[in-house]
Every structure is written in structure tokens, then in C-alpha cells.
């Protein structure tokens, strides 16, 4: 039977919730600056890891200003998002179609996270947490610019490069089948 929840309850859950999704972040970016050909791409995220830091800090913050404590909890959705990530590098030849894929993965980590802290702080201004609602809300607003700035990464350079090496390698795959068929004329002549 499910115990009865307050509006209280539910911010703290979800307030514990992204706590544990930025410091989940805070390991993974790393690993996606090091996996990332692009040297843009890749300081783009050790730019990020050092946000997510200071997000992190401004949840301790939030927690002060509202007097509020957290639970101990792991984030779920950001372990499978992060693990997502990590397929990619380990499947995929490190350049641009592993770059296009890493844009990808860190976009579906900005729409959750956007989504968590607009819903914070819609709860946060019902429960009066106006201090905190501030904090959350320069937050809400960093991952809303990272998203712009990835979208604008993918279209300038991460999928063009991306399809580029798709045509190089079809163009390739092409050049080797007319090779073979040349090859095969020349024998039966």
C-alpha cells in the first residue's frame, strides 16, 4: 500500500532525485570530453562538467536556503541515460559519427534535466521556497542554454561531418564493388 505523500515529500524526492543525477553528470562528462573527437565538442562538455559542479553546489544551496534534507538515492533515469552514452563510445570508432551520437545522448540528459527542474520549481513556488526557486531556477536556465548550444553544435558541425564520413565510407564501399566487377570482366576476357 503506498504510504501518503505530502507536496513537501514530493520536492525532496525529486530535489534528491537530480541531486544524485548531477553527480552522476559530474563522472560521466569526463568520459564523454575524452571520447569526443571534436576538440570544440570536447570543451564544450569540460565546460559543462564544470557547471554541473556549481549546479551541484547550488543544490546545496537550495537544501540551506529551504531547510529542507535530502534522501539518500540513486537516480535511475540518469544511470540508464549515462549507460546509453557509454554503448555509444564502446560500439562506435571514435570521430564524428561517435561525436553526433554524443550530442545526441547529452541532449536526452538536458531534456530530463529541464524537465526535473522546471517541476521543482513549479512545486517549489506552490511550497514558498521563493530563495530556492531562484537558485533552481539559474539552473533551469544553464541546462536550457546547454541544449541550444548542443542543437547548434549538431547542426553546424557534428552531423555534417557525421554524413560526410557516411558518404566517404559509401563512396569507398562503391569504388571496391565496381573494382571487384572490373576485375571480374577483365578474368572472363
Not at 537550495?62 to 546509453?84: F, H, P, S, Y
Request: charged residues 30%; negative net charge.
Amino acid at each position: 500500500m503506498a504510504q501518503r505523500k505530502t507536496i513537501d515529500d514530493l520536492f525532496i524526492h525529486m530535489l534528491s532525485d537530480i541531486y544524485s543525477a548531477e553527480k552522476q553528470l559530474t563522472k560521466a562528462l569526463a568520459k564523454l570530453s575524452r571520447a569526443a573527437s571534436d576538440p570544440q565538442l570536447s570543451e564544450a562538455f569540460k565546460l559543462h562538467l564544470e557547471e554541473t559542479q556549481g549546479q551541484v553546489e547550488r543544490i546545496d544551496q537550495v537544501v540551506e536556503t529551504c531547510n529542507i534534507r535530502l534522501k539518500r538515492m540513486k537516480c535511475v533515469a540518469m544511470e540508464g541515460l549515462i549507460e546509453e552514452g557509454q554503448e555509444l563510445i564502446d560500439e562506435i570508432e571514435k570521430g564524428p559519427v561517435l561525436d553526433a551520437g554524443l550530442v545526441a545522448a547529452a541532449q536526452k540528459v538536458e531534456h530530463y534535466e529541464i524537465a526535473a527542474y522546471g517541476s521543482l520549481c513549479a512545486i517549489g513556488k506552490q511550497l514558498g521556497f521563493a530563495e530556492g526557486v531562484k537558485l533552481l531556477e539559474a539552473t533551469l536556465k544553464e541546462e536550457k542554454a546547454t541544449d541550444v548550444k548542443l542543437s547548434e553544435f549538431a547542426e553546424r558541425a557534428g552531423n555534417a561531418k557525421a554524413s560526410q564520413q557516411d558518404g566517404e565510407d559509401e563512396n569507398t564501399q562503391k569504388s571496391g564493388s565496381k573494382s571487384k566487377a572490373g576485375h571480374a570482366k577483365a578474368e572472363q576476357a
